[in-house]
Structures are given as C-alpha cells and as structure tokens.
C-alpha cells in the first residue's frame, strides 16, 4: 500500500492543523493505522493509532486531549486533527500502516509508511 501524507504547515501555538493520509495500492480497512513524528534531532516517536474499524483509538500521553485520529474506510484515507498546538508539537509527521495488529504505537510493527508532512508551530 502507499501512503501520501499532506496537510503540514505553519502555524501558531494554539492553533490548529489537519493532516490527512491517503491510501491507495491496497485493502485500505485491513490496515491499523498510525502517526508518528520526528523533531529535528530526535528519534521518531509514536503519536497515535487507530484500529482497522476505526473503533479503538490510542495516543501518547503528550497529545491526549489535544490530537484526534480518525479514518473513513470508504474514502481510504486517516485523518489527525491537531488543536492546542505547542512549539513542541513540530516535526514532520508520518503516516503508517501496519496488517498484524488491531492497532500499535511500535515503529517495527509498521510495515509502509508515508514521505512525511513539515509541521511547524511558531511560538
């Protein structure tokens, strides 16, 4: 399956930002679904993940409240909508898929990943 991330950008501390993956290649609703990011200088982290029905969510403790994942099956295509953004928040955010598991904040267990979205929050 490939993966096409879009919807980075600029923008300032307490604003908002929608990103989107779109998927093509593949069965789009046998897949668990994940964000990850990576700052400048650091490893790449676990963000969120949604299971292949789209009924289980889970997120890292730093964006509960603030980050919602979603996915429409019908439109093969995960959504992260981000709110309350903070300085800390940017990095480039990847979108994943992986066929295993219901859903997984493990970077091994992903098997295809998107190029990445640039997101910055300026402070």
């Known amino acids: 399956v490939q993966l096409q991330a879009s919807g980075g950008g600029l923008v300032q501390a307490g604003g908002s930002l929608r990103l989107f993956c779109a998927a093509s290649?593949?069965?789009?609703?046998?897949?668990?679904m994940g964000w990850f990011r990576q700052a400048p200088g650091k490893e790449r982290e676990f963000v969120a993940a949604?299971?292949?029905?789209?009924?289980?969510?889970y997120y890292v403790d730093s964006v509960k409240g603030r980050f919602t994942i979603s996915r429409d099956n019908a439109k093969n295509t995960v959504y992260l909508q981000m709110n309350s953004l903070k300085p800390e928040d940017t990095a480039v955010y990847y979108c994943a898929a992986e066929s295993r598991y219901s859903y997984s904040r493990y970077i091994a267990d992903y098997d295809y990943w998107g190029q990445g979205t640039l997101v910055t929050v300026s402070s």
């Open positions: 290649g593949g069965t789009f609703r046998r897949y668990g």
């Open positions: 949604i299971s292949q029905s789209g009924v289980t969510t």
